[in-house]
């Protein structure tokens, strides 16, 4: 894990690369990799590279980038870890590749002399990373399937920038601040900004599994490489008739994928709550031979001694595996002092990650370089009450959606209802007008704000334009174009994956973990493991989200599976309305106060950010 960038002054009249602007940008990222720097520039100026190190693969100088090929034609600049490289190596070797080190850094600079760009299909891991071909003069830039490592890039018509953080780019100076309407409204409406957009207009997410070349007249259009919706088509395709006991299927597909998740040479250790996605983790790494495992439990003194409190039952679970727990206990003054620092690290705004920076702080303080989490669980399984809402809604409100203007003129009445104070969440005005089609009714599950709610916070300009080009519910639409029919489950589980997820929770557990050099491995985000899995309809008929627990050998205990729901269990609620400036008293629900929490951050200052 590390972060990259990279400068391709690609158009023959472009100045060359600015050595100082890469250094700025590779300072900007510090905190990603404290083991090492490295910096490179092609012969001729026009190309530069950049990393910052966190060494967990091969720990020696060998493993350094940018890394070279032996015949010097190929450079790669790369963040993430590629777990399946022992296996691609061998396979190289069988056709004559040779190796000067035992990095995984290299496996890809030989697999991309073989395959080419076609190479980013096979490999098992996370991955961001930039590759310049000398002898085509092309600049690959690749990111991995279901976007757990983030790449962003710039483009101003001469020259192409990327790095892992936006940040970095506007570190180097070099870039305008303009804001882009499309990104800001995503992130009222979703409380995250929509890849492929930034905040800033100039600024491009890489969507999650493409690649883009450079080449002498300039980026061509990504390419797409995976899909989360034809890959869950082509499952329960495979799957039709099948005979094997899916139960087992399940066992097995777990302990492939943290087998290969635990490929390190460094210690991995696991974030433990009392939830039954890390505690499997936990209990499947005891099962595969790991010793010494470190469990890392948040928390809350808020907490301690009553229901919420997640951390005897996490103890209970460590206890049962032999792992040594580790518990970090926060508090809201804790909060309040360290959330100037969460503000200045989070590369894009986000109404979560607090959860994660504070238990990578806690893992970081244990002297932690990489954790196993149970993030994915809930998409994989069905684990959130989408999975039951979503389609429900579609099948109780389409009927209703043939009626012209009944949607909209329910909105207005349900408005009018919410603000003389009924009671109703202020989404609900819209469940006519958006519940019977499923992007929708996603959209009504998962928004912080509705469109019609954003006139009182944007201005008229901005919200046009950006409703205009981010288009949300043709967005959320489109990832559910499998090229054959869904299931709901299956439905579900890719707008869950391809928005929530990506554009959410996987952004924040990088910035989050990575400001404390502490890289996350989710062993539930792997297409290899995606795919060995039973179809949605029968991970829903056993009910997955339990049957987990009964994979490792002995199984979780019953305390933890039959432990009742209690919501949200943290303070954060209503720690974030008494940072947003509203009252802490109002109760600790998460969804009325990221409401207020958006508003928060939007006003650190996105706009036009501090460079450094």
């Known amino acids: 894990m590390c972060g990259i960038a990279g400068i391709h002054a690609y158009l023959g009249p472009a100045s060359p690369v600015d050595r100082a602007e890469l250094v700025r940008m590779n300072d900007r990222m510090v905190a990603r990799g404290p083991d090492g720097s490295g910096l490179w520039l092609n012969d001729d100026g026009r190309t530069g590279f950049a990393h910052r190190r966190l060494a967990i693969i091969d720990l020696s100088?060998?493993?350094?980038?940018?890394?070279?090929?032996?015949?010097?034609?190929?450079?790669?600049?790369?963040?993430?870890?590629?777990?399946?490289?022992?296996?691609?190596?061998?396979?190289?070797?069988?056709?004559?590749?040779?190796?000067?080190?035992?990095?995984?850094?290299?496996?890809?600079?030989?697999?991309?002399?073989?395959?080419?760009?076609?190479?980013?299909?096979k490999l098992r891991g996370m991955f961001a990373f930039g590759l310049w071909d000398a002898e085509k003069r092309i600049?690959?830039?690749?990111?991995?399937?279901?976007?757990?490592?983030?790449?962003?890039?710039?483009?101003?018509?001469?020259?192409?920038?990327?790095?892992?953080?936006?940040?970095?780019?506007?570190?180097?100076?070099?870039?305008?601040?303009?804001?882009?309407?499309?990104?800001?409204?995503?992130?009222?409406?979703?409380?995250?900004?929509?890849?492929?957009?930034?905040?800033?207009?100039?600024?491009?997410a890489l969507p999650a599994g493409t690649t883009l070349a450079v080449d002498t007249s300039g980026p061509g259009a990504p390419r797409r490489y995976y899909d989360i919706a034809s890959a869950l088509a082509d499952r329960a395709a495979k799957g039709e008739g099948g005979t094997v006991d899916p139960?087992?299927?399940?066992?097995?597909?777990?302990?492939?994928?943290?087998?290969?998740?635990?490929?390190?040479?460094?210690?991995?250790?696991?974030?433990?709550?009392?939830?039954?996605?890390?505690?499997?983790?936990?209990?499947?790494?005891?099962?595969?031979?790991?010793?010494?495992?470190?469990?890392?439990?948040?928390?809350?003194?808020?907490?301690?001694?009553?229901?919420?409190?997640?951390?005897?039952?996490?103890?209970?679970?460590?206890?049962?595996?032999?792992?040594?727990?580790?518990?970090?206990?926060?508090?809201?003054?804790?909060?309040?002092?360290?959330?100037?620092?969460?503000?200045?690290?989070?590369?894009?705004?986000?109404?979560?990650?607090?959860?994660?920076?504070?238990?990578?702080?806690?893992?970081?303080?244990?002297?932690?370089?990489?954790?196993?989490?149970?993030?994915?669980?809930?998409?994989?399984?069905?684990?959130?009450?989408?999975f039951f809402d979503v389609p429900r809604s579609v099948h109780w409100v389409r009927p209703f959606s043939w009626l012209p203007g009944l949607g909209v003129l329910a909105r207005h009445g349900l408005t009018t209802a919410v603000a003389r104070g009924l009671g109703l969440h202020p989404k609900m005005a819209g469940i006519l007008e958006y519940g019977g089609?499923?992007?929708?009714?996603?959209?009504?599950?998962?928004?912080?704000y509705m469109p019609w709610e954003l006139e009182d916070l944007l201005e008229p300009t901005v919200l046009r334009e950006g409703l205009r080009r981010l288009a949300p519910l043709s967005r959320i639409a489109t990832q559910l174009q499998a090229g054959r029919p869904l299931g709901a489950f299956d439905k579900v589980a890719a707008l869950e994956t391809a928005l929530y997820m990506r554009n959410q929770l996987l952004r924040d557990a990088d910035w989050a973990g990575m400001a404390h050099g502490v890289e996350i491995r989710v062993p539930y985000v792997d297409p290899f493991f995606l795919a060995s899995l039973p179809p949605g309809d029968v991970l829903a008929r056993i009910d997955a989200k339990k049957a987990v627990a009964a994979v490792p050998v002995p199984p979780l205990p019953g305390t933890i599976l039959n432990r009742p729901k209690t919501g949200f269990a943290t303070p954060l609620g209503r720690w974030l309305r008494a940072?947003?400036?509203?009252?802490?008293?109002?109760?600790?629900?998460?969804?009325?106060?990221?409401?207020?929490?958006?508003?928060?951050?939007?006003?650190?200052g996105w706009a036009a950010p501090a460079p450094a």
């Open 579 to 604: 940072a947003a400036g509203a009252s802490a008293d109002q109760g600790a629900d998460f969804s009325v106060a990221s409401r207020t929490w958006a508003v928060r951050v939007w006003q650190h």
């Open 437 to 448: 089609s499923w992007a929708g009714a996603y959209m009504l599950r998962r928004s912080v």
């Open 61 to 121: 100088d060998s493993g350094a980038q940018p890394m070279h090929s032996a015949c010097g034609r190929f450079t790669i600049t790369f963040n993430g870890e590629i777990y399946n490289y022992r296996e691609l190596r061998t396979e190289l070797q069988s056709k004559g590749y040779a190796f000067r080190s035992g990095s995984d850094t290299e496996v890809m600079l030989q697999l991309y002399a073989e395959h080419g760009a076609e190479m980013v299909g």
């Open 247 to 386: 139960r087992r299927q399940l066992a097995e597909a777990l302990h492939d994928s943290v087998r290969h998740h635990l490929v390190a040479d460094v210690p991995v250790a696991v974030f433990l709550s009392a939830g039954l996605d890390s505690g499997a983790l936990l209990g499947t790494m005891a099962e595969l031979g790991a010793h010494d495992v470190s469990a890392v439990t948040l928390g809350f003194s808020e907490f301690d001694g009553l229901p919420h409190d997640e951390v005897p039952l996490a103890a209970e679970v460590a206890k049962r595996y032999g792992a040594r727990h580790i518990v970090r206990t926060i508090d809201r003054a804790e909060f309040e002092h360290d959330l100037p620092a969460i503000l200045d690290a989070m590369d894009l705004p986000t109404i979560d990650g607090i959860n994660t920076w504070f238990v990578a702080k806690a893992a970081h303080e244990a002297g932690i370089k990489v954790a196993l989490s149970g993030l994915g669980a809930d998409e994989c399984f069905g684990g959130y009450p989408s």
């Open 139 to 204: 600049l690959l830039l690749a990111r991995d399937p279901l976007g757990i490592k983030p790449l962003y890039w710039a483009d101003d018509g001469w020259t192409l920038r990327f790095a892992s953080q936006a940040k970095a780019l506007l570190a180097g100076g070099k870039l305008e601040c303009e804001p882009d309407p499309a990104g800001i409204v995503g992130f009222h409406l979703f409380g995250s900004v929509p890849e492929p957009f930034t905040v800033w207009r100039g600024i491009h």
